[in-house]
């Protein structure tokens, strides 16, 4: 009976040593997660004190995307010699320099890809990449402050696309009015006296008039997460037929040495162009503004990240 007891005891004694070291553990790793939390959270405090001093603030962050594949004699699909491929990339960058009277902030966006699928059977199939997703847009603005939150402030944005049609269309916003800060990172402009240029060879459907400009610009980074969103928005005051808005999106989840997981999205309404769609693409001679269906705008990439 002894040596039973004795037997019981020696296996038991490490059971229940194990399990009090991985108590003991986990109770340690808790602390230290706790300890690099309050760390995480004194260094974002620092830096957020960082991003508020005077002097040139620059950065950028962006996401490439790219999908490649070939098919040799693949006779369970439909086109069984193929040659695939999607490239993409996103770049969001900004200079923004703030002083103690006034600010000067700048954002560039850039939005490209390209995609093909050659069918090798087919001899008038087109080999080549053919661009889909055309973005391009650059924004200046200048601020007066009147306080530390407030400013009288003029705004310059151009809008077009660079690989297709190139400044046609193309928007230049031009406007004065104020500027609201209420955070380091959010930028929130309301202009109550702006000119939308729009630049086109059609002159019929295309049309530039004087309205509203409201932008809100917001970036932000929380340890290895970096985001920006960006809404722009111009009403017409001749028309809402002539209004737009167009809001970008950019996330970036780094993970060694400022290479990530990066996911780009963005989404427009604009009739001017819904309605050049239907008569010069699609051939609808009866579209107007009135009956065009103005569909929803979209685009995202997802892929890899970059951002410094």
Request: charged content about 20%.
């Amino acid at each position: 009976m002894k040596k039973v007891v004795l037997i019981l005891t020696l296996l038991i004694c490490p059971l229940v040593l194990l399990a009090q070291t991985k108590e003991e553990l986990l109770t340690a790793k808790k602390a230290k997660n706790d300890s690099i939390s309050a760390i995480q959270g004194r260094a974002d405090a620092i830096q957020a004190q960082i991003d508020a001093l005077p002097g040139w603030k620059i950065g950028a962050l962006g996401t490439i995307g790219v999908d490649l594949s070939e098919f040799n004699n693949w006779y369970a699909q439909g086109i069984p010699n193929n040659s695939a491929g999607n490239i993409g990339f996103t770049v969001n960058s900004y200079a923004n320099l703030l002083q103690e009277k006034f600010f000067w902030r700048n954002s560039a966006n850039l939005n490209l890809k390209w995609v093909k699928l050659d069918d090798k059977d087919n001899p008038l199939d087109d080999p080549d990449f053919r661009a889909t997703t055309d973005v391009f847009n650059i924004t200046t603005l200048y601020g007066r402050k009147l306080s530390e939150k407030f400013a009288v402030s003029g705004l310059a944005e151009y809008r077009t696309t660079l690989i297709n049609n190139f400044n046609d269309p193309g928007y230049l916003d031009v406007g004065v009015g104020g500027t609201w800060t209420p955070i380091t990172d959010l930028v929130v402009v309301i202009h109550p006296a702006n000119y939308n240029f729009v630049f086109s060879s059609d002159d019929v459907i295309f049309d530039s008039s004087f309205g509203a400009k409201i932008v809100a610009d917001y970036i932000k980074s929380i340890g290895a997460i970096k985001f920006k969103t960006n809404l722009s928005a111009f009403m017409s005051y001749k028309s809402n037929n002539l209004s737009n808005w167009t809001w970008t999106n950019s996330f970036a989840y780094t993970i060694w040495k400022g290479i990530g997981l990066g996911f780009d999205f963005g989404l427009r309404d604009n009739k001017q162009e819904a309605l050049n769609y239907e008569i010069n693409t699609l051939g609808n001679t009866g579209a107007t503004f009135d009956n065009i269906d103005n569909k929803l705008q979209t685009y995202w990439t997802l892929g890899l990240s970059y951002s410094f």
